[in-house]
Every structure is written in structure tokens, then in C-alpha cells.
């Protein structure tokens, strides 16, 4: 591996929590959630009606603001990656809309030889019924389709979903991010996955600190409830907010539920601090796909 791929780039992802001080990143990629998560929490109120029809329209439009949210976030995130001013948040939406399809048909045109190589091995599996040739055409099919799936799904991890957003984030269109990809593919994949590992260690650092402070606040919060207010809301809807579970599915675990104005207002302010520690983790890693892909970049 070259030298200046081992410090720099390393560099390069370890700046990564520097995401966490992206201001506008942060209002961005946490407003996308809230208004994904009110959409889809309205799918399931209109498929609990049976309302099949306004169920999915309410899904789709919640997946396309999350989808939408996220390339406009890695936007202003390629923007500090860059060294260059982050975009305003509006303008970053508009960008987002404008070039979010490109990543999408990146994918797609990535998935066409994917697909190919699947249909010649699913093809060659249909051949092992023929008789003469079952048996040993299986046993050289096992490794080999162990292998061909093993790096597919390897790739498809650590390369291509990770870089293909970083790739249009830094201005590139469909067919150009694809071949960039598919060069990456053949020639650096044991470096992407190398920083991408640094990337999830990273994430799932920022995610284990997280959870520590949630829960060691959520627990002194919920003690210090029923001490000073003498809150009658069991102490499982306290903490319940934090994890994302609203009224309905309490309820449905059979946990104990309390309908009163302090219960609801615990939930309401759990699901606050449920949605920050989603969105922090979640820029962190953003970030350092971006990082992953500069380094790359500057090396090819």
C-alpha cells in the first residue's frame, strides 16, 4: 500500500468526527428523520385503518425525504470534507433534488453486471439437475459461488454503497461515479475496505459513547422524575422515549402505560434525544465516506 495512502488518508477518515461540528449537517440530516419519521409513523396509522392505498403513498414520500435528507447532508459534508464553505441548508436541498437521482441510477447501472453474473450462476445451478454432470459441476459450483456471492456482497459493503454518494456529492454523474467505482473495484478494494473498517470502528465508537450517555442519563433523569415532580409515569415509559417507542407500541409489549400530559411529554422528549443520537453516528459515517472517497481519489 503506498505511503502517502497509509497517513493520509488515514487522517483523512480520523477527521471524520469532526462531522459532529457541522452545524448544518446536523439541522439538515435531523430534520430529514423527524419529517421521514412523522410520514411513516402516518403509514402505519392509515395500514392500521386498513387504508392499503394512503399507506404506501405516505411510506414512499417518507423514504424519498430520508433519501433526500441524506445526499443533502453528505453535500455540506463533501463541502467540509473539501476544505471549501459549507452550502446553506436550503440550497443544499436543492442540489440534493437535482442530483440525488444520479446516485440511484449509478446503483443500477452497477446492479445490470451484478445481475448478470447471478443469472449465469443460478443457469449453471440449474444445470446440476441434468444427470452425468449433477454431481461433479455442484462441487465445483459450491466454492466457486461462495466465492463470486462472498465478493459481491463485499464489495457491495465496503466499495460501492459507501462511495457511490461521495462519488455524485463531489459533482460526478451516473456513468461517471460507475466507472469510477468499477476502477476502484479492480484496483484498490483492499485499501477501500481497509478504511472503510476505520470507518464503522469509528461509528460504532461514537455510537457505543452514545448509548452510554443516553442511558446514564435517561436512567438519573427518570430517577430524578419520580423524586422531585412525584411523576406517576411508570418508569419503562420514561425511558421508552429514548429508544424510539411511542404509546402504541408500549402498549401493544403489555408494558405499563400512562396517558397523562408528563407521560406524553416523556415520550415527545425521549424521541428528541432518540433522534440526535441517530443523527450523530449516522454524520460520522457519512463523513467518513467522503473521506474514504478523497482518499481514493487523490490516489488513483
Known sequence: MPQKLTHEALNRVL????????????YALLSAFCAAGLLLAMAESALARGQGGWGAIWAGLGLAVAFFGVNATGLMLMDQARGRPVREVADAFHDALLSGHRVLLCLLLLLLPAAAVLGLLLALLWAVRLPGIGAPLYA????????????LSFAATMLVGPLAGPAVWDGHGAVATARLLLRQL??????????MALVLLLTAAVTAAISFIVLAGGRAMALLSVWLLGIDVPA?????????????????????????????????????????????????????????????????
Open 15 to 26: 477527521s471524520s468526527l469532526d462531522a459532529a461540528r457541522n452545524g448544518a449537517a446536523l
Open 140 to 151: 465445483l459450483l459450491v466454492p466457486l459461488g461462495v466465492i463470486v456471492l462472498g465478493l
Open 186 to 195: 479492480r484496483q484498490r478494494l483492499p485499501e477501500a475496505a481497509m478504511l
Open 236 to 300: 419503562q415509559q420514561l425511558m421508552a422515549g429514548l429508544f424510539g417507542h411511542g404509546l402504541r407500541s408500549l402498549g401493544a409489549s403489555g408494558a405499563p402505560v400512562a396517558g397523562s400530559p408528563l407521560g406524553v411529554a416523556a415520550l415527545v422528549g425521549g424521541g428528541v434525544v432518540f433522534a440526535l443520537a441517530l443523527v450523530l453516528p449516522t454524520l460520522i459515517y457519512l463523513r467518513g465516506c467522503c473521506a474514504v472517497y478523497l482518499a481514493l481519489r487523490d490516489e488513483a
